[in-house]
């Protein structure tokens, strides 16, 4: 019912009084969030580049702002880990910028890369340095609109350490260097977003627009880190602008921590929609969707068709032929490998299994995939290395432990915590199987920073087997996963006691396409789920 409502609410305008002073001219704020790669579909940043430059016609205060996720998501990201999207984002002459999780997955070395090169600069008020305390980048930005100053908060989601790879925020020794403020009951978020606030009023700000990399409802969680907590326990803030959870978000109230109205917006992902925040010449703040443009601006259109012909013979590579859809995501782009098992989920873990023989281990009992690093349908017809990467666009590393059966029970019910709703953390399989009972409330323990740290109830993953036979607890089996999930925490996975057998000896992609490579035709057997993840809802 909510998405329902969202589609009929796309193009509504939401109005909530100012704080501050009146503009002479409309003020438009043009947003971004979860572009995801997506550079040309939808309405695209061709077509984004072109409404920009329609706005300017009717207003001189126009700024354009980024809210995270667009290194990440598409081949064109993957293949030059997001070079390609900040050298359009530069050309597009982006205002300001906050990273999202996604734009740490390529590690910290090329996320400096990032903080150097687009010419816009990050925000954040609260990636914080935790070996000093202090920030790394400014909170907040104050843009001059005539008489008027409107100041931008930037807020990372402190998911990013288990919604990338968790050994990006730390140093050789597995402690943390980098936090963004957030243990779970949110007071250090709050208190950070709050001190960015009253420091820009401060300093003569007369509207407050937070851009958070946050979420509201979908798939998040610690719900003390999302945009409309932090919405309500905040004052003199007039609009979030938000990512993250790809909702279609034209404007959600609440009432602050004042009793103020104050309002929440998103646009969606890869640029279904463009997000409008409009400070109008009667002081009003109007939010709103734009779904369609009237043309595409011919430099961006030129740009991207140079960036894609540098890479457009590699990514051409046969593999192989599927008479049947592999699906990550149904028709309406809702994931589904998130909260169930499918013939793509399959095939990834089955690719994992297939890589471990070529190495010196020579074979291993259980290949593992976590749902989260699958991300795109491969059609029927020609498999390219394109719809490989394509699937793993994340460029992880494959390895393979040895670990007991019990480590392994337990992050199987990390995993499936979050079911009958979605959980990137979920774990697909090969050479075992395994049921959840969503009807029985997980008991499941995190610590701060969202990781595994036991199970204090009655578990809801049952009947575990392996080739056949069910798991024993204290019996060693070899797991060939990506790194991200079985070495570096990501997902909040720990699979403690694990020992190193083969470390990072293949690309996630790559082994995904030389095992695809193997067949002339896809077998049958992955059109349909086979039964080795059962979900009782």
């Known amino acids: ?111 400096e890369n990032f903080a150097k090169n687009l010419k816009c600069g990050f925000i954040s008020c609260n990636l914080r340095d935790l070996r000093t305390g202090e920030l790394l980048f400014k909170p907040y930005r104050i843009f001059t609109y005539g008489a008027v100053k409107v100041a931008f908060v930037g807020v990372c989601t402190p998911e990013s350490i288990t919604k990338s790879t968790p050994s990006t925020f730390m140093d050789e020794s597995g402690k943390f260097i980098y936090g963004f403020d957030g243990e779970e009951a949110g007071k250090k978020l709050i ?90 010449t009667d002081g009003q703040v109007k939010t709103e969707l734009v779904a369609s443009v009237e043309g595409r601006d011919a430099k961006i259109t030129a740009l991207i068709s140079d960036i894609k012909a540098r890479f457009e013979g590699t990514l051409r590579q046969h593999l192989s032929y599927t008479s049947f859809d592999l699906r990550a995501m149904d028709d309406k782009g809702d994931w589904i490998i998130r909260n169930g098992e499918t013939g793509l989920c399959n095939l990834a873990a089955d690719s994992m299994l297939h890589s471990a023989l070529g190495t010196k281990t020579g074979k291993a009992d259980i290949g593992m995939f976590n749902a989260g690093g699958i991300r795109k349908n491969i059609k029927p017809g020609e498999i390219t290395f394109n719809d490989a990467l394509s699937v793993m666009p994340f460029n992880n590393t494959v390895c393979i432990i040895e670990v007991s059966g019990q480590s392994i029970l337990d992050e199987l019910e990390m995993g499936a915590r979050l079911l009958p709703a979605n959980s990137g953390g979920l774990l697909h399989v090969a050479g075992m199987s395994y049921t959840v009972d969503t009807r029985i409330p997980h008991s499941v323990k995190t610590d701060e920073n969202g990781f595994f740290a036991g199970v204090e109830g009655e578990r809801r993953v049952k009947d575990v087997k392996v080739t056949g036979e069910p798991i024993d607890p204290e019996k060693l089996y070899k797991v060939v996963s990506i790194s991200y999930v079985l070495m570096a925490k990501g997902d909040g996975h720990m699979f403690a006691g694990a020992r190193m057998i083969e470390p990072d000896y293949a690309v996630a992609s790559d082994a995904l396409a030389g095992y695809i490579k193997t067949f002339g035709r896809l077998p049958e057997r992955y059109a349909q789920p086979e039964g080795r993840l059962t979900v009782i809802k």
């Open 191 to 280: 208190a950070s977003i709050q001190k960015a606030a009253d420091d820009a009023r401060a300093e003569g700000a007369d509207y407050v627009i937070v851009v958070g990399h946050l979420g509201e409802y979908e798939d998040i969680t610690v719900v003390e880190w999302s945009a409309p907590f932090l919405a309500e326990r905040t004052r003199g803030i007039d609009a979030f602008i938000d990512g993250h959870s790809h909702e279609v978000t034209p404007g959600l109230h609440f009432k602050n921590a004042d009793g103020k109205d104050v309002v929440v917006t998103q646009s969606g992902t890869k640029l279904h929609n463009i997000g409008k925040v409009t400070i109008t």
């Open 1 to 111: 019912m909510k998405k329902v409502l969202a589609l009929v609410l796309l193009l509504t305008a939401v109005c909530v009084p100012s704080f501050g002073a009146v503009p002479d001219k409309d003020i438009v704020i043009l947003y971004t969030n979860d572009v995801h790669c997506g550079v040309d579909q939808n309405i695209g940043y061709a077509g984004l580049e072109f409404y920009k430059h329609e706005m300017m016609k009717q207003t001189p205060y126009v700024t354009l702002v980024d809210a995270g996720d667009w290194a990440q998501g598409e081949t064109i990201g993957a293949i030059a880990q997001g070079r390609y999207i900040f050298e359009i984002m530069n050309a597009m002459n982006y205002d300001l910028a906050v990273p999202g999780n996604h734009e740490f997955d390529y590690g910290w070395s090329q996320f």
